[in-house]
Every structure is written in structure tokens, then in C-alpha cells.
């Protein structure tokens, strides 16, 4: 998987569209968007700090 950057982004957006439809037919709609909104968010800054230490090396 490290060979592979777009492969590994692939891999992780059909993942989380799978246990997204998953969530959605077991919780309500709402929930489900303020759970995937956090996790975005989250995401995002773990992306951000993997790039900066990524680059400064």
C-alpha cells in the first residue's frame, strides 16, 4: 500500500461510503451527518500534519 498513494485514497473513500450506507440504515440521518462531519474534520487535520512532516523531511 505505500507504493501506492491513489490506490490507499481509493480504498478509504469506498470504505467509508460502505459503512456510511451501513450507518444510515441503522441510525438515524442526522446523527449519521454529525458523526461523518467530526470524522472529516478529523481526517483533515490528520492529513494536514502527515503533509508537513512529509515535507520538512
Aim: avoid cysteine.
Amino acid at each position: 500500500m505505500k507504493q501506492h498513494p491513489r490506490a490507499t485514497i481509493i480504498f478509504s473513500l469506498v470504505l467509508a461510503h460502505l459503512v456510511g450506507a451501513l450507518a444510515l440504515s441503522y441510525f438515524p440521518r442526522d446523527i449519521v451527518e454529525v458523526v461523518l462531519m467530526i470524522g472529516a474534520v478529523v481526517m483533515g487535520i490528520v492529513i494536514l500534519l502527515w503533509w508537513r512532516r512529509r515535507r520538512r523531511a
